[in-house]
């Protein structure tokens, strides 16, 4: 029960490729949630406008998987409006990793919990997931956007799937800015838990039965002052 944290997933698998070999499932299955839209959309406009088989959010993804040796014949793509509860909730059942990808974290959360259902399905997954960006964060009970990663340009806490134990804060797209960096330690030190910031060339790697955190390429750790 792994989940791998990217900021950047094209960039971010380059690093933890080898790892990803030694923990992927023997016979992947993979189902996939490009549910993070900017606005709402609906089941047409996610297929063949959205992420459109061939196309570049679509490519993103499927060539980062396929790097590790998932066909993409074994890659399934969810629609939130067209797939019924039930149908989703098989493909988590016959899954064994599921990608959760970048984009509006409380869009996607609004799909999983409100629109389908399939809050708990998520929660409780226990093989391999995949976080980009919102995907990453979204595993958190609770997770942090800074304004410069906001949609609506301000800090703000929010409510995430709870698939980690919420063991630490995670910051993605990182920037190396002075003024930044010392507000990611101002969250730590007020939250009093570490904050892990991962630069778009870095990745972790999370195991949820032994909680070990295994670090990867350009991630920079805060913990609370003493």
Not at 83 to 89: A, F, N, Q, T
Not at 140 to 156: E, G, P, Q
Not at 195 to 214: C, M, P, S, T
Request: charged share 30%; net charge neutral; proline share 4%.
């Amino acid at each position: 029960m792994y989940s791998i944290l990217f900021s950047r997933i094209e960039v971010g698998m380059n690093i933890v490729k080898d790892r990803m070999l030694e923990i992927l499932p023997k016979s992947p299955k993979v189902a996939i949630f490009p549910w993070a839209f900017p606005v709402e959309i609906d089941a047409d406009k996610l297929d063949n406008d959205f992420f459109k088989k061939g196309e570049r959010r679509y490519n993103r993804y499927i060539n980062e998987l396929k790097k590790i040796g998932i066909e993409e014949s074994n890659i399934t793509v969810c629609n939130c409006y067209s797939d019924s509860k039930e149908k989703l909730k098989n493909i988590i059942k016959e899954a064994n990793i599921l990608l959760l990808p970048g984009g509006n974290p409380e869009m996607f959360f609004k799909k999983v919990l409100h629109d389908t259902e399939i809050f708990y399905d998520i929660k409780y997954f226990d093989g391999l997931i995949i976080g980009e960006s919102a995907g990453t964060e979204l595993q958190l009970k609770r997770y942090f956007i800074t304004a410069k990663n906001n949609f609506y340009k301000y800090f703000a806490f929010y409510d995430g799937f709870g698939i980690l134990d919420d063991p630490f804060y995670i910051d993605v797209h990182t920037i190396n800015n002075k003024r930044y960096l010392n507000s990611l330690q101002k969250i730590s030190n007020d939250t009093q838990k570490k904050v892990y910031a991962i630069f778009d060339d870095g990745a972790l790697i999370y195991n949820r039965i032994n909680k070990k955190l295994e670090i990867f390429g350009n991630v920079k750790e805060f913990s609370p002052d003493k």
